[in-house]
C-alpha cells in the first residue's frame, strides 16, 4: 500500500518498529540449480517456507523464501545488517509472520516453526506437517496467541493448531 510505502503488492518486507519496512524485495526464492532468483506469487494456494536467522555477532538479519518441496536456497532474499541492541523495545520482542491480500479474502496458516535463541534453529520432517487438506476453520480456534513458544525446539507438528495470520502483508519480521 502506498500508506506504507510498500514496493509492490507481493514482496517480503523486514519491518521494525512499525509497518513501514526498512527492507524489502519482490517475493522470490534463489534457484541453487538454475543460479538465479525465480519469482514466487504468495497470493497462490501453494505452501512456502521461509528461514528468518539472526547472526548476532555479525548482526545480520537474513530472510529466505523457496516452495515447501525445496531445501533452503543458497542465498537469502534479503540480508540485512541490524543491531537488535539499538531497538526500542519496552518489555518484550516480537518476532513473526504477518500477511494480507489486500481487498481480496484470504487465510494464512503457519504449519510449522522451528526457533532457538542460541545457534542454528532445528530442522523438522515436512511429512510431519497437517495437510491444508484437511483443516478446518474450527483448527485455528485451537491457536492461543498468549501461549509461550517452547523454547530451543522444532515444532514438527503443531497440535492440528493453525494460525489465521491477516495483518499487513505477505511475510516479515516485525519488531516491537
Known amino acids: 500500500s502506498n500508506e506504507f510505502l510498500d514496493i509492490d503488492g507481493n514482496h517480503v518486507g ?17 534457484s541453487n540449480r538454475q543460479d538465479k532468483n525465480i519469482s514466487l506469487k504468495l497470493s497462490i ?4 517456507r521461509a528461514w528468518i536467522e539472526f547472526n548476532g555477532d555479525q548482526m545480520l538479519l537474513n530472510v529466505t523464501l523457496a516452495p515447501l518441496d525445496i531445501s533452503k536456497p543458497q542465498f537469502p532474499l534479503l540480508s540485512r545488517k541490524m543491531n537488535l541492541s539499538e531497538v526500542s523495545f519496552e518489555k518484550n520482542m516480537y518476532v513473526g509472520f504477518s500477511a494480507s491480500t489486500g481487498n481480496i479474502t484470504s487465510n494464512h496458516y503457519v504449519l510449522g516453526w522451528s526457533f532457538s535463541r542460541q545457534g542454528k534453529a532445528k530442522d523438522f520432517d515436512l511429512t510431519l506437517l497437517p495437510s491444508l487438506s484437511t483443516t478446518s476453520p474450527s483448527d485455528v480456534d485451537d491457536f492461543d496467541p498468549n501461549s509461550s513458544p517452547p523454547s530451543d525446539s522444532a515444532t514438527a507438528k503443531p497440535k492440528r493448531t493453525k494460525m489465521v495470520i491477516i495483518c499487513t502483508f505477505a511475510i516479515m519480521v516485525f519488531l516491537i
Open 45 to 48: 494456494k501453494d505452501p512456502v
Open 14 to 30: 523486514i519491518d521494525v518498529n512499525g509497518l513501514v519496512s526498512v527492507e524489502s524485495a519482490p517475493a522470490a526464492f534463489y
